[in-house]
């Protein structure tokens, strides 16, 4: 009912060159509702969020707040009218306090009045049931804290509309469900909550309505309850499931007579405890536990992107020697770190460009990729891989997390690897995505290449690996095969495997 609204987003339109992101999108929120606003990555979640926030102005449609028509011109508008955004990444300055990042960049500053300032801000925090101090650093709190806060600060602005932007990407079990009561919290006081998330299990926990965007359009709106998760995922990704059941059928996958294409004794790094491992060739493996395991670590070290200290390599059976990434890539082995922005994308850099990187470092500087080449090179991989971007020479940073891991992807494919390791390559993007590099890394393995895949999905790894290697305390805890793969049985090994 329209009494009931508190935002009403109608026939929003949005362009961009060679882009038509978002074609008459309609989305309503109600007063103390969460709502989640669903789709894969390019589907126009993020578009729609900044003309809500006046990051981007709309080309059409129109906004209102409590029934009135308003005009978002930048986000001090959105914030006037009560509309606040809480990012991802942390956006508050770690070396403040907790007070003084509430009330930084308002009336009277956060020093002039630091004594009240704190006050108030402990008030806040004691009513949102926030375990922080207000003379605590920023800093020193969790990162659960710090989304925490930063909501806080939002909700002691008059926030009306709070938009949560993947906020539990980055926070543990215990903290995700602390962040989950805050947030039914804020819905019982009557502030409506808009819930971005690619994690479908919390979308069904906590929100009360569903809204389905896919190619820039609305797919519908839903009640939680009336819409099974299955059929979420079939509308996000515009088809039925019936490929994505049939990559989960347990199958042996790997010619246990193939050979050993990597093996490691010992191998140690300044971050990775010593530890045995192989992989043969045309094998899908996996490294699984949990958060600060050692799984990264294990993987850096295997190809040289942390100081290696100990342990003895072979490469098809000859002793070889990796201890810079640059001797990993001469070996044939190509790496997607974990966190794609730090260790993967070059934002400033031109899809082209990225995607050429990795093949221009082997080849050596004297050795330059061709203009020609590297537009070749670009455009077929845009389309083997089914890159959205509006042309080859569209910076990587104005991508989709999705589409950027796909360029990542593209780099290491150019340069035609016997050996891939993925470290969360479907961390953060949508399930149609998810589905695509899981199918290639099946297809990867059908023609040859090796590949070691690591997610925090446990489901994800068991459609994915014939092997999983678990780990518990940057220790080897056990290795499972066969009709062991199964998550009773990963979950049992890290809670009571010996180290091996």
Same mark, same amino acid.
């Given at each position: 009912m329209q009494e009931e609204c508190l935002l009403t987003m109608r026939g929003i339109d949005k362009r961009f060159p060679g882009v038509h992101a978002l074609n008459g999108v309609d989305f309503t929120l109600r007063e103390g509702e969460i709502h989640a606003l669903m789709g894969e990555n390019g589907a126009g979640k993020s578009t729609l969020i900044k003309v809500l926030t006046g990051v981007y102005q709309m080309d059409g449609g129109e906004i209102r707040v409590d029934g009135k028509k308003i005009v978002i011109h930048s986000p001090q508008d959105a914030q006037d009218h009560g509309i606040s955004t809480v990012y991802q990444e942390i956006t508050l300055c770690p070396n403040l306090t907790v007070a003084e990042n509430m009330f930084i960049g308002r009336a009277g500053g956060p020093w002039v009045r630091r004594k009240a300032n704190e006050k108030r801000a402990d008030e806040i925090l004691v009513k949102l049931g926030i375990p922080a101090r207000s003379t605590q650093q920023l800093g020193d709190c969790s990162l659960a804290v710090q989304q925490m806060v930063a909501i806080a600060r939002a909700v002691d602005m008059k926030c009306k509309v709070l938009i949560l932007d993947e906020p539990t990407s980055s926070l543990d079990d215990k903290e995700v469900q602390m962040l989950f009561s805050l947030m039914r919290d804020l819905k019982s006081r009557g502030v409506g909550i808009i819930f971005v998330t690619h994690f479908l299990e919390q979308v069904y926990e906590v929100s009360d309505r569903i809204t389905v965007l896919r190619n820039g359009e609305l797919v519908g709106e839903y009640l939680t309850e009336d819409l099974p998760q299955v059929q979420l995922v079939s509308k996000m990704i515009g088809k039925e499931l019936e490929e994505l059941s049939s990559l989960g059928e347990a199958e042996e996958k790997t010619d246990k007579n193939a050979e050993v294409f990597y %093996? $490691?004794?010992?191998? *140690?790094?300044?971050?990775?405890?010593?530890?045995?491992?192989?992989? #043969?060739?045309?094998?899908? +493996?996996?490294?699984?536990?949990?958060?600060?395991?050692? #799984?990264?670590?294990?993987?850096?070290?295997?190809?040289? $992107?942390?100081?290696? +200290? !100990?342990?003895?390599?072979?490469?098809?059976?000859?002793? $070889?020697?990796?201890?810079? =990434?640059?001797? $990993?890539?001469?070996?044939? /082995?190509?790496?997607?770190?974990?966190?794609?922005?730090?260790?993967? /994308?070059?934002?400033?850099?031109?899809?082209? %460009?990225?995607?050429?990187?990795?093949?221009?470092?082997? +080849?050596?500087?004297?050795?330059?990729?061709?203009?020609?080449?590297?537009?070749?090179?670009?455009?077929?991989?845009?389309?083997?891989?089914?890159? @959205?971007?509006?042309? #080859?020479?569209?910076?990587?940073?104005?991508?989709?997390?999705? +589409?950027?891991? @796909?360029?990542?992807?593209?780099?290491?494919?150019?340069?035609? =690897?016997?050996?891939?390791?993925?470290?969360? =390559?479907?961390?953060?993007?949508?399930?149609?995505?998810?589905?695509? /590099?899981?199918?290639?890394?099946?297809?990867?393995?059908?023609?040859?290449?090796?590949?070691?895949?690591?997610? *925090?999905?446990?489901?994800?790894?068991?459609?994915?690996?014939? #092997?999983?290697?678990?780990?518990?305390?940057?220790?080897?805890? !056990? %290795?499972?095969? !066969?009709?062991?793969?199964?998550?009773?049985?990963?979950?049992?090994?890290?809670? !009571?495997?010996?180290?091996?």
């Open positions: %093996e $490691a004794e010992g191998l *140690s790094s300044s971050d990775a405890m010593p530890f045995d491992f192989s992989v #043969r060739k045309g094998e899908v +493996n996996g490294f699984t536990g949990l958060l600060g395991s050692g #799984r990264s670590e294990s993987v850096r070290a295997i190809f040289g $992107a942390d100081k290696v +200290n !100990g342990g003895t390599v072979k490469i098809k059976g000859k002793p $070889a020697k990796i201890t810079r =990434p640059i001797d $990993a890539m001469k070996h044939g /082995i190509g790496y997607l770190a974990e966190d794609r922005k730090r260790d993967g /994308i070059i934002a400033e850099l031109s899809v082209r %460009e990225n995607i050429i990187l990795a093949l221009q470092v082997m +080849n050596g500087m004297f050795r330059p990729i061709s203009r020609s080449e590297s537009e070749a090179f670009a455009d077929e991989y845009i389309k083997v891989l089914n890159i @959205k971007t509006a042309s #080859r020479e569209t910076p990587v940073g104005s991508l989709s997390g999705g +589409n950027q891991q @796909k360029v990542i992807l593209a780099r290491w494919l150019l340069t035609h =690897p016997d050996y891939l390791i993925l470290d969360e =390559p479907t961390r953060g993007i949508d399930v149609g995505t998810k589905l695509e /590099i899981q199918k290639l890394v099946l297809k990867l393995a059908e023609e040859g290449v090796s590949v070691t895949f690591i997610s *925090s999905e446990v489901e994800e790894m068991l459609r994915t690996c014939s #092997r999983l290697i678990v780990m518990r305390d940057r220790h080897i805890v !056990g %290795e499972l095969t !066969g009709s062991d793969l199964n998550q009773t049985k990963v979950m049992k090994t890290i809670a !009571g495997g010996e180290a091996q």
